[in-house]
């Protein structure tokens, strides 16, 4: 089964997320800075934190075994710069994939390439319960 990473949740709506480009070696997630912005005009940190989550959640969702869904357990970043322009990109990549966990790396660049963020993202892979399982099913293609 294929697992459809481009779907939005809910939050990733709100935050008008846009999947660029999805594969186990990387997936880019980019939000518009517009309406995610401090009073001083530049991206918020909660929204570099809603990068790191989203972008590694997805990437990790592409390694979890069949019957089972990541969970974040863990996300932590650093916000290195003010965030303007356009958009806010997050770059994920696998730093660990195992049986029952994952780690993804996640740098965050505005348009014009200026890093403003690094952070990580650790899931476990959890057993889906039953009660979501159709869920799952109609969130993967055959």
Do not use: C
Request: overall charge negative; cysteine-free; aromatic content about 8%.
């Amino acid at each position: 089964m294929e697992k459809k990473v481009n779907e939005l949740g809910e939050l990733a709506q709100k935050f008008g997320a846009e999947v660029i480009s999805a594969s186990k070696d990387e997936i880019q997630v980019r939000i518009p800075i517009a309406g995610h912005q401090q009073p001083l005009g530049v991206l918020h940190g909660g929204a570099n934190a809603f990068l790191v989550e989203d972008a590694g959640s997805r990437l990790a969702w592409l390694y979890a075994p069949d019957g089972r869904f990541a969970v974040g357990t863990e996300l932590s970043m650093s916000n290195l710069r003010p965030g303007t322009g356009d958009y806010a990109t997050a770059h994920a990549t696998p730093i660990f994939a195992g049986g029952s966990s994952f780690v993804a790396r996640v740098e965050i660049y505005t348009d014009d390439g200026t890093h403003i963020a690094s952070g990580r993202m650790t899931s476990v892979f959890v057993k889906i319960p039953a009660e979501y399982l159709d869920e799952y099913r109609r969130a993967v293609s055959e």
